[in-house]
Protein backbone atom coordinates (compact mmCIF):
# COMPACT_ATOMS: atom_id res chain seq x y z
CA UNK A 1 0.00 0.00 0.00
CA UNK A 2 1.53 3.86 -0.90
CA UNK A 3 1.17 6.67 1.45
CA UNK A 4 -0.71 9.73 0.13
CA UNK A 5 0.82 12.95 0.43
CA UNK A 6 -1.90 15.72 1.02
CA UNK A 7 0.65 18.42 3.13
CA UNK A 8 3.60 20.13 1.45
CA UNK A 9 4.61 20.08 5.52
CA UNK A 10 3.56 17.66 8.03
CA UNK A 11 0.48 18.13 9.76
CA UNK A 12 0.51 19.42 13.41
CA UNK A 13 0.17 16.27 15.77
CA UNK A 14 -2.70 16.87 16.89
CA UNK A 15 -3.93 18.05 13.21
CA UNK A 16 -7.65 16.19 12.25
CA UNK A 17 -7.57 12.26 11.47
CA UNK A 18 -8.80 12.65 8.21
CA UNK A 19 -6.94 15.78 6.39
CA UNK A 20 -4.21 16.99 9.18
CA UNK A 21 -5.81 20.76 9.71
CA UNK A 22 -6.17 22.47 13.07
CA UNK A 23 -9.14 22.41 15.12
CA UNK A 24 -8.91 25.90 15.86
CA UNK A 25 -9.59 26.88 11.92
CA UNK A 26 -10.93 23.37 10.84
CA UNK A 27 -14.80 23.50 10.40
CA UNK A 28 -16.41 21.48 8.31
CA UNK A 29 -14.01 20.11 5.36
CA UNK A 30 -13.79 17.89 2.35
CA UNK A 31 -11.38 15.01 1.25
CA UNK A 32 -11.87 12.10 -1.19
CA UNK A 33 -11.02 9.91 1.47
CA UNK A 34 -13.60 10.88 4.17
CA UNK A 35 -15.97 13.35 2.10
CA UNK A 36 -17.04 16.00 4.16
CA UNK A 37 -16.21 15.95 7.88
CA UNK A 38 -15.95 18.19 11.08
CA UNK A 39 -12.72 18.11 13.00
CA UNK A 40 -12.17 14.38 14.60
CA UNK A 41 -9.45 13.91 16.99
CA UNK A 42 -6.25 11.84 14.99
CA UNK A 43 -4.67 8.16 16.06
CA UNK A 44 -2.49 7.88 18.77
CA UNK A 45 -0.61 6.15 15.80
CA UNK A 46 -1.11 9.32 13.43
CA UNK A 47 0.55 11.51 16.12
CA UNK A 48 3.10 9.11 16.93
CA UNK A 49 3.95 9.00 12.85
CA UNK A 50 3.52 13.12 12.38
CA UNK A 51 5.74 13.56 15.01
CA UNK A 52 8.30 11.34 13.79
CA UNK A 53 8.07 12.97 10.46
CA UNK A 54 8.17 16.72 12.19
CA UNK A 55 11.50 15.60 13.75
CA UNK A 56 13.15 13.96 10.50
CA UNK A 57 12.24 17.48 8.60
CA UNK A 58 13.76 19.56 11.27
CA UNK A 59 17.32 17.18 11.18
CA UNK A 60 17.14 17.28 7.47
CA UNK A 61 17.08 20.78 7.37
CA UNK A 62 20.04 21.16 10.10
CA UNK A 63 22.12 18.86 8.45
Known amino acids: MSAVIR ?33 EQPTNAQRLARMRARRAARTRKET
Open 7 to 39: HQATPDPDGCRWCGDARHHHGRSYVASQGVHFW
